[in-house]
């Protein structure tokens, strides 16, 4: 049985990182209230009560849709 299922839309710009020094002094300068920039996929999560979990990404609503109808079904 599904246990939760959590969508997380992503926006904004993307940041890479050569170093986890560069990523960490990206983060003590990141604002989380900055929501802005363009939509870039969906996220979804999905936790099972047997301990199973299923993660995908997907860049169309559609899509993300229909994975969460098929899932529903089995």
Known sequence: ????VVVIP????????AT?????????QHHI???SGEFHKYEVLIS???GDRVEA???NKRKIQEFLQFISKQ
């Open 20 to 28: 986890i020094e560069d990523a960490l002094r990206f983060l003590d």
């Open 10 to 17: 992503l926006y904004g710009i993307v940041s890479e990182f």
């Open 57 to 59: 990404s997907f860049k």
């Open 1 to 4: 049985m599904i246990e939760k």
């Open 33 to 35: 209230y900055d929501i």
């Open 48 to 50: 099972f009560s047997n």
